[in-house]
């Protein structure tokens, strides 16, 4: 489980070019490390309805729960773009250890409680 953030990130740069983002060309690629050593990655898809498209996270994410993966079993996931707010309760759903991102010219790692203080917890919804 030891793959350093700077090859995820280069994951999911690379995964960033297979996006289908016709509609703004901001590519962005997702790079999820599964505490057990599997790389899942995912990209932006978009489509002529906005509110139908999908993040790269939640691609990687959704991708990683159809193979069987669950909340918990995510150490790090690296985004070409810093998350979206949305995103950023997924990443705290999946319990996602940490964070790694590019914002402008910079890298940024921050934990999920960092990225998103005061999120939606599961149970914590009425029912």
């Not at 490390?33 to 990209?43: K, P, Q, S």
């Not at 910079?106 to 203080?117: I, K, S, Y």
Request: proline fraction near 6%; charged fraction near 20%; include cysteine.
């Amino acid at each position: 489980m030891s793959t350093p953030d700077d090859e995820l990130l280069a994951l999911a740069d690379a995964a960033a070019a297979h996006a289908y983002a016709p509609y703004s060309h901001f590519h962005v690629g997702c790079a999820v490390l599964a505490r057990d050593g599997r790389v899942i990655e995912g990209v932006n898809v978009e489509n002529a309805a906005y509110p139908l498209g999908v993040c790269a996270e939640r691609a990687a994410l959704a991708r990683a729960v159809a193979e069987g993966y669950g909340p918990g079993d995510f150490a790090v996931a690296a985004i070409t773009a810093s998350p979206c707010g949305g995103c950023r309760q997924w990443l705290a759903e999946m319990e996602v250890e940490r964070v790694v991102f590019r914002n402008g010219d910079r890298v940024v790692t921050m934990t999920v409680d960092e990225l998103l203080p005061e999120q939606f917890e599961p149970g914590s919804l009425p029912e």
